[in-house]
């Protein structure tokens, strides 16, 4: 008997020590097989915000669904956000975010079909371009497009700004979310930190949005060379004649607004402009879609107006104009 609870002893001992051996080399595999692992303290495979070692715009980047926390897709190497055709054009700042990186995405800015994007093809914030071209040659490969070289994680979603957590004008190591070999590569001389030039490069971003989108510079934009939906080029296509003129692209055409957009741009200008201000001359810095304003923007609407949602298209478009005026050149 007492050489059978020995054995049985043994047995039990093993099997724990088994047991914590497998844990561990799950461990170990789950989180070779995820981005951001060292973050994941518990080893669970998600990453909530508090293991997130980074500023919330820099978490709310990755939390593609908005759940509150990073998993499946959001942290699996080569993951993609999520694009749809109804993107939504917003905005007319030179510098415009893009988050297509799919084939669809990729052809629709190749406008020669020499399958590579060149940066007069490109019409986006020049820090993402400069992240994807994996081989510095001021072009985009389908691979680098893509973002088929998984080793090679740019984390190019996460902007300057929203990785400086501790706003000191550049980004350390410990700041960085992709790959130790993406980040010497942009560390141009090789100091351990990232400034704003090593992240967006030296070449001068057009003079405006409008410029970088006129692929053929005929001063006029066609649905071709749109990369938003359509109700997008529709709302801003005033006469209705398939081409928009640069007071068309840029909101600033009344000829068929109603009353109701009318009155919500007037308000949302009004407040933009406070808001930019403030922002400038207090502790924050540039946060255009952080602004709580922008999600309701209803502030000032009143019935008699017309169409609520007449109004919030207008007060949006007139906060983000008025918050570019307030706030002045970062």
């Not at 001063?219 to 990369?227: G, L, Q, S, V």
Request: hydrophobic letters at 30%; zero cysteines; glycine letters at 10%.
């Amino acid at each position: 008997m007492a050489f059978m609870s020995t054995t049985v002893a043994r047995r039990a001992a093993l099997a724990i020590i088994f047991g914590a051996a497998m844990a561990g080399t799950a461990l170990a595999q789950n989180q070779r097989a995820m981005r951001f692992a060292a973050m994941d303290r518990n080893g669970d495979g998600v990453i909530t915000r508090k293991e997130w070692n980074g500023s919330d715009r820099s978490f709310q980047v990755h939390d593609w669904n908005r759940d509150g926390i990073l998993s499946g897709e959001e942290v699996r190497p080569g993951g993609r956000r999520p694009s749809t055709s109804d993107d939504t054009f917003d905005s007319s700042e030179r510098e415009y975010g893009f988050n297509d990186w799919t084939a669809r995405g990729f052809t629709a800015l190749d406008h020669n079909r020499d399958n590579r994007i060149s940066r007069e093809e490109w019409h986006f914030d020049l820090e993402t371009f400069r992240r994807a071209d994996h081989n510095k040659d001021n072009v985009l490969s389908r691979v680098e497009f893509l973002g088929e070289d998984t080793a090679q994680d740019d984390d190019r979603g996460d902007r300057f700004d929203y990785l400086d957590a501790n706003n000191d004008g550049r980004v350390s190591r410990a700041e960085w979310h992709g790959t130790a070999e993406r980040f010497g590569a942009l560390d141009d001389n090789g100091d351990g930190f990232l400034t704003r030039a090593e992240i967006r490069g030296t070449t001068e971003p057009p003079p405006d949005l409008f410029t970088s989108v006129d692929v053929n510079r005929d001063n006029r934009i066609t649905r071709d060379e749109w990369h938003w939906s359509r109700a997008s080029f529709d709302g801003r296509d005033d006469n209705r004649d398939g081409v928009l003129t640069r007071d068309e692209f840029s909101g600033q055409t009344t000829g068929t607004r109603t009353q109701a957009w009318i009155q919500g741009r007037d308000r949302g200008l009004i407040e933009g402009r406070q808001a930019g201000k403030e922002d400038r001359q207090g502790p924050k810095t540039w946060d255009l879609e952080g602004q709580r304003e922008l999600e309701t923007a209803d502030s000032g609407y009143e019935p008699r107006f017309g169409s609520k949602a007449d109004y919030q298209a207008g007060y949006r478009e007139g906060f983000r104009r008025g918050y570019r005026e307030g706030f002045g050149p970062r």
